[in-house]
């Protein structure tokens, strides 16, 4: 049983990253019907910026966590501006074709100006290095950064989804595009808000991350963003529920199998998941099964 | 109040607006009938801003906004009840009348404009909880008539606002529009029920392929043999 604990506290810890990152991919899914392959790499960008902070600015956990949000959200922005947005009524396949090139170009890109070397992140200390026992379960004090982090951003995030002008804009143009030009909401705004939120959570996964695990590098992004992904569509993709509860069940899954002595067969696990979600039930756990309305 | 001139409208290779144009002057309910596929929903569209016209001009109060944005022509008084209602299915039928004022700031106003709305359609009144998905067609038209009464228009355009309601809630619906004309609010109003439509309005196009092709008073083209024929059922 306490085997089984440590590893739900280890399957959550891992699972607020995916659904950190998994949130990213559905809003912008819900908003413009695209699968942003380049948002694993924000996330991958984040954990560097964190990691600049922290290494040769000197900040501590919180300031770099912003830092890394703040600059996750500008990156986010322009990609969306100057990669997409020219494309708002191109053929989906041209957009997706430039998310991959996208994606391509921040890894590579990243590569050229860090090396591809793996960086370390600086050892916590203090408080943040401390852990402690309860019932026989292990609990890392950066467990419980990075839940407590997941958990204020996401009740953030559904505060701002709910009850903020912009966030009722965000809904009302996932909707329904036309009906929400009628109503006078700025719809090019409306989908850099997006990306801006989108991308600030994966910032923050990003740091957390690097945090949790310590070593990060220009391709880390590649596998935990198709986990998330996933995580996306179990929970029903362009659904922000979906997207907190797909997260939290592939990080556990993931951990259960690991636990299981199935390390080798994790990443296999997870997209059988998917494989299973798509044929099972197309829409997600939390979603309806419609026909995709054009 | 607004006024179109030589308007056209393609579609690619489809040249779906040739040369229309019309005016709709304060206080009146003007309609503009016509078969399937004439263009009316293109015109309203355009006139809304969400298409681009290729050429053409079109006023609205003495300012000219062909090339303005959807979110401009609201701020300046003029809202759009698109055919197939375009409620927002997953939000309840009060976030869908608070989004009706998204351009708007008071929120004192926005509440009595709620209330008063709701005086017009009192089952949104009753379902204000409800998601707007779940409702009935006829209750879907209605909300995304409110809606649209949210932003204050001083013209309201509307299309097809009787599709696929039972006669009952037609005349309801017709008489509303006449209510709502009654308080000051100018109607462009596009209808394929042309009996209905012209027993409410004070003039009235008719469009066939694109153009304009008869246009008077209500009264006049009730009168018409041509539009007895083609448009009444004899
Ligand atoms: N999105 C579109 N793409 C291509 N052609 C279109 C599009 N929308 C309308 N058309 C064409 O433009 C013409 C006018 O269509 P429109 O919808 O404006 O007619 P309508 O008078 O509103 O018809 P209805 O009474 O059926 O609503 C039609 O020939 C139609 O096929
Ligand atoms: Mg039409």
Redesign the interface.
């Known amino acids: 049983m306490d085997v089984f604990l440590q590893q739900l506290v280890n399957g959550i810890s891992l699972g607020s990253i995916y659904a950190l990152v998994a949130l990213g991919y559905t809003m912008v899914y819900g908003i413009i019907k695209l699968i942003n392959f380049a948002h694993c790499d924000i996330y991958m960008i984040g954990a560097y910026i964190g990691y600049f902070c922290m290494t040769f600015l000197g900040l501590g956990f919180l300031p770099s966590l912003l830092v890394a949000m703040l600059g996750c959200m500008v990156l986010g922005v322009l990609i969306e501006k100057i990669a997409y947005k020219p494309l708002r009524n191109a053929a989906r396949i041209s957009l997706l074709i430039t998310a991959i090139g996208m994606s391509l170009f921040l890894e590579y890109g990243t590569m050229f100006f860090v090396t591809a070397k793996l960086r370390t992140y600086p050892a916590l200390e203090g408080l943040m290095a401390k852990s402690f026992t309860v019932g026989g379960v292990m609990i890392t004090m950066q467990q419980v950064v990075i839940v407590l982090t997941t958990v204020v951003l996401m009740l953030g995030l559904q505060y701002i989804v709910k009850y903020t002008?912009a966030g009722?804009?965000m809904?009302?143009v996932s909707?329904?595009k036309?009906?929400?030009?009628?109503?006078?909401?700025?719809v090019n705004n409306t989908i850099s808000v997006t990306f801006a939120i989108g991308s600030a959570l994966a910032g923050a996964a990003g740091v957390l991350v690097g945090v949790y695990y310590n070593t990060i590098n220009p391709l880390m992004g590649a596998v935990p963003g198709l986990k998330a992904f996933v995580a996306a569509v179990f929970g029903g993709i362009g659904l922000i529920p979906g997207a907190m509860v797909g997260g939290y069940v592939i990080g556990i899954i993931e951990v259960l199998v690991m636990g299981a002595g199935y390390s080798t067969y994790r990443d296999a696990v997870v997209f059988a998941i998917l494989i299973l979600i798509l044929i099972l039930k197309p829409a997600g756990l939390l979603g309806k099964n419609v026909g995709e309305k054009v | 109040m607004l006024e179109i001139r030589d308007l056209n409208v393609h579609y690619d290779m489809i040249h779906a607006i040739k040369g229309v144009s019309l005016e709709v002057h304060q206080g009146e309910i003007v309609t503009l009938i016509g078969a399937n596929g004439a263009g009316k929903t293109t015109t309203l569209r355009t006139i809304?801003?969400?298409k681009k016209p290729t050429s053409g001009a079109i006023t609205l109060k003495g300012e000219e906004i062909t090339a303005a944005?959807?979110?401009h022509r609201?701020?300046m008084g003029q809202?759009?009840v698109?055919e197939g209602r375009?409620?927002?299915?997953?939000?309840t039928v009060l976030?869908n009348l608070?989004?009706?004022a998204?351009?708007r700031r008071d929120k004192a106003g926005i509440a009595a404009d709620i209330e008063m709305v709701c005086g017009y359609f009192p089952i949104l009144k009753d379902r204000r909880k409800q998601l707007a998905g779940t409702l009935s067609g006829g209750e879907q038209q209605m909300l995304a008539m409110a809606?649209?009464l949210m932003?204050r228009p001083e013209i309201l355009l509307l299309d097809e606002p009787s599709m696929g309601l039972s006669p009952l809630l037609v005349s309801e619906i017709f008489a509303i529009i006449k209510t709502i004309n009654g308080a000051g609010t100018t109607i462009l109003l596009v209808e394929q029920n042309a009996g209905m439509a012209l027993s409410i309005a004070s003039r009235a196009y008719v469009m066939e392929t694109g153009s304009i092709v008869l246009s008077g008073t209500g009264a006049e083209l009730m009168e018409s043999d041509e539009i007895r024929k083609a448009y009444l059922g004899g």
């Open positions: 002008r009722k804009a809904r009302a909707m329904d036309d009906a929400a030009e009628l109503m006078g909401i700025d | 809304a801003g969400l944005s959807p979110r609201v701020q809202a759009l698109p375009h409620v927002f299915p997953g939000m976030e608070e989004l009706g998204y351009l809606r649209a932003s």
